[in-house]
């Protein structure tokens, strides 16, 4: 997303976003796909453009959707290595006034008691004013039907906020986002969580989770954003989370843990990695790695990472940040692996492709 330490970075916003966002152009040789050796392959970035990209799997499909700015556009697909074939439809646009009519920044779909619900965080046209809303649709897939805006998700304690994703623990649903523990404080982030009541409806009050502790997060600001939930397959819960300002090549990923059993109001029950989890690659063309999401493949025996990266050094928080995807591993003691971001470049395909 886009973050503001001082009136500079409020003037690089505005040239950044007057230039709109597109997550539909493709072109070049950007998610080519073929066969070399008798092995497929798929070609990083996925996309030309695509910040905070987001999948989740529903059936034999996968459903993308990425920021956009202005509206939001789902993308589906059975083969996540075939991502720029594939259709995409505009599900939801934004009024032409209101308090989220600009600005729609990083969309989430998710499942929940059986209907469908986005994700996302919007604003009036300045950013100070940015919030998170909720669409539902009842329809079979997210990419069809109607969607309803349910409202502002907001806890009791009303301040900035994007980001937003969901944690369901032990028959709970929880809200995780980005935020200001003030009104207006540009350049500061931390992540909270809330309970929810339903799908769009917070209960109480929200609980900062985490705020920039190490010298790796405050790299251009003091920034913790992109809240994202992994669990294993024993069930172990780790939110990872995008760290220092994206407006740097050192925008990167960090991790928490919750203890077993824990709850996860409780500040105290999660455990932060000292170092980042996933950095750029210079060398590889990956500056700035973060927002991610969590995909398994077709035949559900691999882990996927799916992020967004800019190909070349400072290129910030613009519409050159793309998509990409790369297989991941669980060490012994369940935590995650992720290695480094693979160089642009020829991939092999996701098992079951």
Not at 260 to 273: I, Q, S, V
Request: with cysteine.
């Amino acid at each position: 997303m886009i973050h503001l330490k001082n009136s500079l970075y409020l003037l690089l916003v505005c040239i950044v976003f007057s230039c709109g966002k597109n997550a539909e152009k493709t072109t070049g040789t950007t998610g080519t796909t073929g066969t070399s050796t008798g092995l497929s392959y798929f070609t990083n970035p996925l996309l030309n453009t695509g910040p905070d990209p987001w999948v989740v799997q529903s059936g034999d499909n996968y459903y993308f959707t990425a920021t956009t700015g202005n509206n939001i556009t789902v993308y589906q697909t059975s083969k996540m290595s075939q991502l720029s074939k594939a259709p995409k439809q505009v599900v939801w646009t934004p009024p032409a006034t209101g308090p989220y009519s600009g600005d729609i920044w990083a969309p989430e779909i998710h499942n929940l008691n059986n209907k469908w619900y986005i994700y996302f965080a919007a604003d009036n046209g300045n950013d100070t004013t940015h919030r998170i809303y909720v669409l539902e649709s009842s329809a079979a897939t997210p990419e069809t039907g109607s969607w309803t805006l349910k409202g502002k998700l907001a806890a009791a304690t009303d301040r900035w906020a994007i980001d937003p994703t969901i944690l369901s623990y032990n028959n709970q649903l929880y809200c995780i986002w980005a935020g200001w523990q003030g009104y207006n404080q540009p350049g500061t982030e931390q992540l909270y969580i809330a309970k929810m009541k339903d799908p769009y409806t917070i209960e109480g009050d929200r609980v900062m989770l985490s705020q920039s502790t190490y010298s790796w997060e405050k790299n251009g600001a003091l920034i913790n954003e992109g809240p994202e939930i992994l669990t294993n397959k024993n069930g172990n819960v780790f939110l990872i989370y995008s760290a220092s300002s994206c407006f740097t090549d050192d925008y990167c990923l960090g991790m928490l843990s919750l203890r077993n059993g824990g709850d996860p109001m409780n500040p105290a029950d999660w455990t932060k990695k000292a170092d980042p989890v996933f950095a750029k690659n210079a060398a590889g063309g990956s500056f700035g790695p973060g927002h991610c999401s969590f995909f398994v493949s077709k035949d559900t025996k691999e882990n996927w990472i799916l992020y967004h990266a800019n190909s070349f050094s400072g290129q910030g928080c613009g519409d050159t940040r793309n998509p990409r995807m790369q297989k991941f591993t669980f060490n012994a003691d369940g935590t995650p692996d992720f290695g480094n971001p693979v160089a642009v470049g020829n991939q092999i395909v996701p098992s079951g492709e």
